[in-house]
């Protein structure tokens, strides 16, 4: 089965650092970009970036660059997001999905989410 | 910033036809794909490239892109497609993703 698994839940601290992580499955995992996508409470989807497992080439949506960092660490099939000091703003859930060629470069596969609470 | 504009809401009977907006400059010039997302569950992809549709997801669901605004219009509606719709495209040039402001639908 092809899937994304995503670390659990984090509860921190405004200034702490965060790093979470997707895992996939199933599949060649090295060959297809994986998104980022932030959504905060009650709010739609933001695409925050993409990166490419193989070679770790990235693209980060402009009002997230130099916010956050993406990495891939592709001996384990698994990419990450990482906050190196959290804001109250960063509370959200964030979803890691596959991009896909042969959808139209769609996302044709989800992770769950991992919810982060960032306290003041 | 490209800014696709969706109406917030649609409300509609089981068994009638919703149809959802996605309004953008340019629009018709783009590969508009559309995500189902329901509470508490991560977005499922409905609609790709315009009109197509991913295995699995029901005839109901149509996409179109001939013009300002795209489409997505589920037909013969169920109470299990009352969800939040969102729209998204790839911005070239600046090279990345752009989502919808989404759209909530109700089944009467």
């Known amino acids: 089965e092809v899937q994304l698994v995503q670390s659990g839940a984090e509860v921190k601290k405004a200034g702490e650092s965060l790093k979470i992580s997707c895992k996939g499955s199933?599949?060649?995992?090295?060959?297809?970009?994986i998104a980022w996508v932030r959504q905060m409470p009650g709010k739609g989807l933001e695409c925050m970036g993409i990166?490419?497992?193989?070679?770790?080439?990235?693209t980060y949506s402009p009002s997230f660059r130099g916010q956050v960092t993406f990495s891939a660490d592709k001996s384990i099939s698994t990419v990450s997001l990482h906050w190196n000091s959290l804001k109250a703003s960063d509370t959200a859930m964030y979803f890691c999905a596959r991009r896909d060629l042969a959808v139209d470069d769609a996302f044709d596969i989800w992770g769950p989410g991992t919810w982060v609470t960032v306290s003041s | 910033s490209y800014v696709l504009t969706q109406p917030p809401s649609v409300s509609v009977a089981p068994g009638q036809t919703a149809t959802i907006t996605c309004g953008g400059d340019?629009?018709?010039?783009?590969?508009v794909h559309w995500y189902q997302q329901k509470p508490g569950q991560a977005p499922v992809l409905v609609v790709y490239?315009?009109?197509d549709r991913p295995s699995g997801i029901p005839e109901r669901f149509s996409g179109s892109n001939s013009g300002n605004p795209a489409t997505l219009t589920i037909s013969r509606v169920e109470a299990g497609d009352e969800a939040d719709y969102y729209c998204?495209?790839?911005?070239?040039?600046?090279?990345?993703?752009?989502f919808g402001t989404g759209t909530k639908v109700t089944v009467l």
């Open positions: 340019n629009i018709a010039n783009k590969s």
């Open positions: 490239d315009d009109t």
């Open positions: 990166i490419y497992p193989g070679d770790s080439d990235i």
């Open positions: 998204q495209v790839w911005r070239s040039g600046t090279d990345h993703y752009v």
């Open positions: 199933g599949y060649n995992f090295n060959m297809y970009w």
